[in-house]
């Protein structure tokens, strides 16, 4: 839906728009020029406002040689990706936590390489202190059936543990 400066927004959930014209419109406005240059974080930042902050941000990780990572806000996909540097991966995922502020995020981590997953979760912590972290056993997630078309194996992987109960890890002090 299209609507003018003026138009009536009652059946508008939520109004894209510039900052110049931001004050023209009732409810809730998001203003173009206050959203990120990331898709991912864009994705991110209206999907939270549509739901009003009530949802949790969820990563899923799947360490390897590939590393897949997929991301949710609530049931809606915000990302699906595959890294071949740690560190990339690292920015990748604060960078979305960080770009988006939800109210509350989750960060599982799948075990199946267990050296990685533990650099993962100490690195990520660091930079993350307000995200909760789980250690997910991964077992089963690497099947072919893939929910989404076009996601590749490690990020299905990724999805499967993003969704999966695991062991809530502590800072060490």
């Not at 990563?59 to 609530?74: E, H, K, N, Q």
């Not at 990520?124 to 997630?141: C, I, S, W, Y």
């Not at 969704?163 to 800072?171: E, I, M, S, T, Y």
Request: hydrophobic share 40%.
């Amino acid at each position: 839906m299209s609507m003018l400066p003026g138009d009536e927004s009652d059946e508008c959930d939520l109004v894209l728009t510039t900052k110049s014209e931001a004050s023209l419109f009732g409810g809730d406005v998001v203003v173009l020029e206050e959203l990120d240059d990331d898709p991912d974080v864009v994705r991110g930042q209206i999907v939270s406002r549509l739901a009003r902050g009530k949802e949790t941000l969820l990563v899923g990780i799947d360490p390897g040689l590939r590393t897949g990572m997929a991301a949710f806000y609530g049931d809606a996909w915000l990302a699906f990706h595959t890294f071949n540097s740690k560190d990339r991966l690292c920015a990748g995922v604060a960078k979305l936590i960080e770009g988006v502020r939800p109210t509350k995020s989750l960060v599982r981590i799948g075990t199946g390489n267990p050296a990685l997953a533990e650099w993962f979760a100490t690195k990520l912590m660091r930079r993350l202190p307000k995200t909760v972290f789980e250690m997910v056993d991964e077992a089963g997630t690497s099947s072919r059936h893939l929910r989404t078309k076009g996601v590749k194996g490690d990020q299905s992987a990724a999805a499967k543990i993003a969704f999966r109960k695991g062991a809530v890890l502590r800072p060490s002090p």
